[in-house]
C-alpha cells in the first residue's frame, strides 16, 4: 500500500481540522450524521474519524488509505463494537454491489483530482435507494471567502485541492447515478450534499 502524505500529519490532523473550523467542529459533525441511519454504512475515507463513531447505523465500516490516520480513529472507537476500519484505496473499494445503506464522504472530496470514479463506485457497493452523505468546502461566491479557498488550497493543501460549486456538485452526482439531490450551504464555506441512488 503506497504512503501517503497523510501519514506525517496524522497525529495533527484533528487539532488543525478544528482550527479551521473556527468552532463548528461538533455542530458540523451532528448536521452530517443526522442525515441518515440504516444497517450498514460506509465512511469513505474516514481519516481519524471525525464521524466514525457517531453515524447512527446499527454497523459502520471505516475506509482510509493512511495507516497512521486508522490508528487514530481505531483508538476513538476502541469499545465501539459497531465499527470496523479497514485500510483501502478509494478508487478500488473492495466491496460487494448492493452493500451500504448509506455512504459518508467527509473532508476528503477536495483531496482528489479526478473525483467522479469515486463517486461511481461509491454508488455501486449502496443498496437500490441508498444515500450518500457529502461534507466538504466548495466553491463560495463570497470574495473573502474565495480569497480564503486561494489560502486553503496553497498553503494547507500544497496547491492540491480541487473543489466545484453547488451546480457542479450536483452534475457530478448525477452523472454517478445519484438522483434527488440535496445541498445545503454550511457556514458558508462548506457544504452538505446528499443523493440517492437511482432505478
Known amino acids: 500500500m503506497k504512503k501517503t502524505r497523510f501519514e506525517a500529519i496524522a497525529k495533527y490532523y484533528d487539532f488543525f481540522t478544528k482550527v479551521l473550523m473556527m468552532g463548528t467542529y461538533g455542530r458540523v459533525r451532528e448536521r452530517i450524521v443526522s442525515s441518515g441511519d440504516g444497517e450498514l454504512a460506509l465512511d469513505l475515507c474516514c481519516g481519524t474519524g471525525y464521524v466514525t463513531g457517531h453515524i447512527k447505523a446499527k454497523r459502520v465500516v471505516g475506509l482510509d488509505l ?27 473499494l473492495p466491496f460487494k454491489e448492493d452493500t451500504f445503506d448509506a455512504v459518508y464522504f467527509t473532508l476528503a472530496s477536495h483531496e482528489f483530482r479526478n473525483i467522479a470514479p469515486i463517486l461511481r463506485d461509491a454508488n455501486r457497493v ?5 444515500k450518500i ?9 463570497n470574495p473573502l471567502l474565495k480569497a480564503y479557498m486561494v489560502f486553503v488550497r496553497h498553503v494547507v493543501e500544497f496547491g492540491k485541492c480541487w473543489i466545484y460549486d ?3 456538485w450536483r452534475d457530478l ?5 445519484f438522483d434527488e439531490v440535496k445541498a445545503d450551504v454550511v457556514y458558508k464555506a462548506s457544504v452538505l450534499l446528499q443523493g440517492r441512488k437511482a432505478g
Open 166 to 168: 453547488i451546480g457542479e
Open 133 to 141: 452523505i457529502i461534507y466538504d468546502i466548495f466553491k463560495p461566491g
Open 126 to 130: 449502496l443498496k437500490k435507494g441508498g
Open 66 to 92: 493512511t495507516r497512521g490516520m486508522l490508528m487514530i480513529n481505531r483508538s476513538k472507537n476502541r469499545d465501539n463494537p459497531s465499527v470496523k476500519l479497514i485500510q483501502g484505496d478509494a478508487y478500488n
Open 173 to 177: 452526482l448525477k452523472r454517478a447515478g
